[in-house]
C-alpha cells in the first residue's frame, strides 16, 4: 500500500472529527435550549402555570432549596449528612494488556448504586416536586467520601496478571449525594401535579429538551456548555483541517504517480516504435517461405522459443505470443534471439 501511513493517520484524525462534531452538535443545542429558558422564582409561580396551555411550561429553569418528601437518606460514611440521592459506585482500578501490546491504567466499574426519596425544590413561596431526577442529562451530586484501597500483590498475582493481561491496583469507593437544604438549580418541564391538584411538579421534558439538576445558577452552566462547545468546535477546526490537508496530499501524490507512470508508458512506447521501425529497415526482404513468420508472414524468423527449440516467430509477433509455441503448443519458459546463417 502507497498510502498506508497517510489513510492511517485520516481514519484516526476522521474518527477524533466525529466524536467531538457530535459533542459540538449536543453542546451547540444545549446552549440553544437553555439560554432562552426563563428563571422562575417569584412568588407567582402557581399563577404563571395555571396561566399556561394545560397547565404547563415545557421548559423552564427554577432555583431553591432541596427538601425531602419524608425521611432523607442517611450518608454510610458520614453519619451526620443527609441526602435525597444517593450514588455509590465500587470501580476496581487495573493495568491491563491493550491489543496494541502495551499495558494501560484502565477503570472499570464494579457496581453502581442509586437511593433516591421523593423530593421537591423550595423557596419561601412554592414548592415543587421533582419527578425521576435520575433522568436527568446533567446531575450534580456532591462527594461525600472517596476511598482508594490499594492492593499489594503477591508473586502469583504478578504471574496471572501477566498470563490473562490484566493487573489489578485497587479498589475506589465513592458516595455522592444531592444534599438536603442544598441550593440547586433544575431545567425541565414544569407543570400540575395529576395525583396532587395543589403541588407543582419538575420533571424531564416530553418534547425531548434537556432536564438538568445543577448546583450551578443559570447563567453558569450556559457559560460552562457553551465553553464547552468552544472548545470542540476548535478541536472540530484543527481536525478538519488536518483532515484536508491529507486528503490534499494524497490526491497530489496520487497523481503525480499516475502522471510519471503516463510520461513512462509513451516512452516505452515511442522507444518500441523506433526499434521496430529500426529492425524494419535492416531486415532481409528476400525470404524463402520457411523463413518467414508464421503469425505475420511478412518479417524473418527470429525468435527460438524454448524448451521446444521452434524458430517460427519475428521478434515483433514475439511481444505477443506468451503462451505456448505456435507450431507444438508446447508452453513457453523462455525467448531467445535466434542467429540463422
Ligand atoms: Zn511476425
Ligand atoms: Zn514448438
Not at 37 to 63: C, F, Q, S, T, W
Not at 100 to 110: E, K, L, V, Y
Not at 281 to 308: F, G, K
Request: hydrophobic content about 40%.
Amino acid at each position: 500500500m502507497d498510502f498506508l501511513g497517510e489513510i492511517l493517520t485520516f481514519g484516526i484524525d476522521s474518527v477524533i472529527f466525529a466524536i467531538c462534531l457530535k459533542q459540538y452538535i449536543y453542546y451547540r443545542n444545549a446552549v440553544k435550549a437553555i439560554q432562552n429558558v426563563e428563571l422562575y422564582d417569584g412568588p407567582d409561580l402557581d399563577n404563571v402555570v395555571n396561566n399556561n396551555i394545560n397547565n404547563k411550561i415545557h421548559h423552564v429553569a427554577v432555583r431553591g432549596l432541596v427538601k425531602p418528601l419524608g425521611e432523607p437518606l442517611q450518608s454510610i460514611n458520614k453519619k451526620h449528612v443527609l441526602g435525597v440521592i444517593q450514588k455509590l459506585s465500587i470501580k476496581e482500578h487495573v493495568i491491563a494488556r491493550t491489543s496494541a501490546g502495551f499495558w494501560s491504567d484502565q477503570t472499570r466499574t464494579m457496581q453502581k448504586i442509586f437511593n433516591v426519596i421523593p423530593f421537591v425544590l423550595k423557596k419561601d413561596s412554592f414548592s415543587v416536586e421533582v419527578i425521576d431526577p435520575l433522568s436527568a442529562d446533567i446531575l450534580d451530586l456532591d462527594v461525600i467520601s472517596d476511598h482508594y484501597e490499594p492492593i499489594v500483590p503477591t508473586v502469583l498475582d504478578h504471574v496471572w496478571g501477566f498470563l490473562t493481561g490484566v493487573r489489578q491496583r485497587g479498589v475506589q469507593t465513592t458516595e455522592k449525594m444531592l444534599r438536603v437544604d442544598s441550593i440547586i438549580t433544575i431545567i425541565g418541564e414544569l407543570s400540575k401535579s395529576e395525583t396532587k391538584s395543589d403541588m407543582l411538579t419538575l420533571q424531564s421534558p416530553l418534547n425531548g429538551s434537556p432536564f438538568y439538576i445543577t448546583s450551578m445558577s443559570l447563567p453558569t452552566l450556559i457559560r460552562k456548555l457553551d465553553d464547552h462547545r468552544k472548545i470542540y468546535r476548535v478541536i472540530c477546526i484543527i481536525c478538519g483541517t488536518i483532515g484536508l490537508l491529507i486528503g490534499g496530499t494524497v490526491m497530489r501524490r496520487y497523481w503525480k504517480d499516475k502522471e510519471q507512470k503516463r510520461i513512462a508508458e509513451e516512452l516505452r512506447r515511442t522507444l518500441e516504435i523506433s526499434r521496430r521501425q529500426r529492425r524494419q529497415r535492416v531486415r532481409d526482404t528476400d525470404l524463402r517461405t520457411d523463413q518467414i513468420c508464421v503469425i505475420c508472414n511478412t518479417n524473418a524468423r527470429e525468435i527460438i522459443l524454448l524448451p521446444c527449440g521452434h524458430v517460427c516467430i519475428c521478434e515483433d509477433c514475439s511481444d505477443s505470443i506468451n503462451n505456448n509455441c505456435p507450431i507444438c503448443r508446447t508452453p513457453i519458459m523462455q525467448k531467445a534471439a535466434a542467429y540463422i546463417i
